[in-house]
Nanobody
């Protein structure tokens, strides 16, 4: 089992920045990929960015060049630095962890943190 707790959301003006954190606990050693997803009202959940245990990263096209995902293995924490925020970035941001052990792949989710971009 892996537990995920997000923090760092809030209200920010267009063009501003926020840094989200996701603290992981539990069976950390089995985590292969961690990532951030977001869900806006009335829309489907969508990928924002992922990072593997080897620190390979992947970004959704709408956030490329503006968002940066990183991880601190010593703190079991993944970060999402969001710059040049736009109103369309408004959503609940959810942390995700995928564990891969022989014969089993599991998805874990945090409860999410609200990001609102508005003037």
């Amino acid at each position: 089992q892996v537990q995920l707790v997000e923090s760092g959301g809030g209200l920010v003006q267009p063009g501003g920045s926020l840094r989200l954190s996701c603290a992981a606990s539990g069976s950390i050693s089995s985590v292969n990929v961690m990532g951030w997803y977001r869900q806006a009202p009335g829309k489907q959940r969508e990928l924002v960015a992922t990072i593997t245990s080897g620190r390979s990263t992947n970004y959704a096209d709408p956030v490329k060049g503006r968002f940066t995902i990183s991880r601190d293995n010593a703190k079991n924490t993944v970060y999402l630095q969001m710059n040049s925020l736009k109103s369309e970035d408004t959503a609940v941001y959810l942390c995700n962890a995928i564990t891969i052990v022989p014969g089993s792949l599991n998805n874990y989710w945090g409860k999410g943190t609200q990001v609102t971009v508005s003037s």
